[in-house]
């Protein structure tokens, strides 16, 4: 019965981190997703004057994949570390 607790307590704490990482209306996400939404009005319209580079924002590249491996490697040690927990669990 303990591992059957502590098992759902992890389970719901990735529930509420899942939750909590829903998409707020705030985002950058959101605005991202008006620009392309843009753009492909843009570019289906037959009587386009699309010119290939215009609104281009520059891009670091390096920063964006920093930032995204250090949050990949977060991301891939907390499962690991709560899968490690959940197996150690179930084990005993």
């Not at 620009?35 to 520059?58: A, H, L, M, S, V």
């Amino acid at each position: 019965m303990k591992k059957f607790a502590y098992i759902f307590l992890v389970l719901c704490a990735l529930f509420i981190g899942m939750e909590i990482g829903v998409l707020s209306n705030d985002t950058k996400t959101r605005e991202l997703d008006e620009r392309i939404d843009e753009f492909e009005r843009q570019i289906t319209d037959p009587n386009n004057n699309y010119q290939p580079g215009q609104d281009n924002q520059k891009v670091n590249p390096n920063i964006t994949n920093n930032f995204a491996k250090t949050g990949e490697k977060a991301i891939t040690s907390f499962f690991d570390y709560t899968l490690g927990i959940i197996e150690s669990l179930v084990k005993k």
